[in-house]
C-alpha cells in the first residue's frame, strides 16, 4: 500500500508542476487563439490528472492512515494525535484537490455547453461540487474546532464555489457571455488551488529551514498569497469581458458568481 500511494504522490508532483508552469500560458495569451487554445487544453489535462490524483492518495491516507504511515513520528504524544494530525492534514489536501478538479471541470464544460446549461443540471454533472460541499463543510468543522488558520481561510471559499456553481447551473437566466465569465474564473481558480496547495504542502519543505519556519505569519501570508492575486484578477477579468459583451449592463452582479 505504501508503494502504491508513493507512486500516486510521484505521478500527482510531476503533473502538478507540469501544470503549474503551463497555467500562465493561457493567462497571457490572447484569449481564443490557436496558442491560447492549445496550452489551455494541456493545462485542463495535466491539472485534471494532478487534482484526481490528489483526491485518490488523499483518500488512501484517510481510509488507512496506518498502512501508509506505519511509523509515528517521535515528536507526537500519541497514536491519536498521530492519526489526528494525518485526519486534518489529508482532509485538507483533499478538499483542495477536489476543488481544483471541480474548477478545471467546470472551465472546460462552460466551453462546451455554452449557454445551453441542462448538461450541468445532470447528477453525473453534480456529484463532484456535492463531494466538494461535504468535505469543505468537514474540513471547516475540523478548522474552527482545532483553530487551523488555513481551513478556515479556505474551507468557506470551496464552499463559495460549490454554490457558485449550482447557482450558474439553475439560475433562470444569464447574460451574454456569461459562459465566458464562468470559464476564466475557474481556470484561475484552480491555479489558486494548486499554487496554495504548493505552498501549504510542498513549498513548506522547501522553506522549514529558512525565514518561514520563524516567522508564522509570513509563512501564512505565502499560503493566502495566491488568493490575494488571483481573485483581484478574476473579478478584473470578469469585469472586461462582461463589459465586452454587455456594454450597457453593469458587471456587478457578475463577478459575486466567480
Known amino acids: 500500500m505504501q508503494n502504491i500511494h508513493s507512486a500516486i504522490v510521484i505521478f500527482h508532483i510531476?503533473?502538478?508542476?507540469?501544470?503549474?508552469?503551463?497555467?500562465w500560458g493561457p493567462c497571457l495569451s490572447k484569449k481564443g487563439g490557436k496558442y491560447h487554445n492549445k496550452i489551455g487544453n494541456?493545462?485542463?489535462?495535466?491539472?485534471?490528472?494532478?487534482?484526481?490524483?490528489?483526491?485518490?492518495?488523499?483518500?488512501l491516507v484517510l481510509l488507512a492512515p496506518l498502512l501508509i504511515f506505519p511509523t509515528m513520528p517521535?515528536?507526537?504524544?500519541?497514536?491519536?494525535?498521530?492519526?489526528?494530525?494525518?485526519?486534518?492534514?489529508?482532509?485538507?489536501?483533499?478538499?483542495?484537490?477536489?476543488?481544483?478538479?471541480?474548477?478545471?471541470?467546470?472551465?472546460?464544460?462552460?466551453?462546451?455547453?455554452?449557454?445551453?446549461?441542462?448538461e450541468l443540471r445532470k447528477v453525473q454533472y453534480l456529484w463532484?461540487?456535492?463531494a466538494l460541499f461535504v468535505v469543505a463543510s468537514i474540513a471547516l468543522y475540523q478548522g474552527i474546532k482545532y483553530n487551523i488558520t488555513l481551513t478556515q481561510?479556505?474551507?468557506?471559499?470551496?464552499?463559495?464555489?460549490?454554490?457558485?456553481?449550482?447557482?450558474?447551473?439553475?439560475?433562470?437566466?444569464?447574460?451574454?457571455?456569461?459562459?465566458?465569465?464562468?470559464?476564466?474564473?475557474?481556470?484561475?481558480?484552480?491555479?489558486?488551488?494548486?499554487?496554495?496547495?504548493?505552498f501549504a504542502f510542498g513549498g513548506r519543505s522547501l522553506f522549514q529551514h529558512a525565514v518561514f519556519e520563524n516567522l508564522p505569519l509570513l509563512q501564512i501570508g505565502s499560503w493566502v498569497l495566491p488568493s490575494l492575486i488571483g481573485v483581484p484578477f478574476i473579478v478584473w477579468l470578469s469585469r472586461k469581458y462582461f463589459t465586452l459583451f454587455n456594454p450597457v449592463v453593469s458587471s456587478t452582479s457578475l463577478t459575486k458568481d466567480v
Open 74 to 118: 517521535a515528536h507526537f504524544e500519541s497514536v491519536a494525535y498521530f492519526l489526528a494530525y494525518l485526519q486534518g492534514q489529508y482532509i485538507f489536501l483533499l478538499m483542495l484537490s477536489l476543488l481544483v478538479w471541480n474548477n478545471v471541470r467546470h472551465a472546460k464544460r462552460v466551453l462546451e455547453v455554452k449557454a445551453n446549461r441542462a
Open 14 to 23: 510531476i503533473c502538478g508542476a507540469i501544470s503549474l508552469l503551463l497555467f
Open 153 to 198: 481561510i479556505f474551507a468557506p471559499l470551496a464552499l463559495f464555489n460549490c454554490i457558485g456553481i449550482a447557482r450558474y447551473a439553475f439560475k433562470k437566466d444569464i447574460a451574454k457571455g456569461e459562459w465566458v465569465i464562468q470559464h476564466i474564473g475557474h481556470i484561475i481558480g484552480s491555479g489558486i488551488g494548486a499554487y496554495t496547495a504548493f
Open 128 to 130: 463532484l461540487p456535492t
Open 42 to 59: 494541456i493545462y485542463l489535462a495535466t491539472m485534471t490528472l494532478t487534482s484526481v490524483s490528489g483526491v485518490v492518495s488523499s483518500s
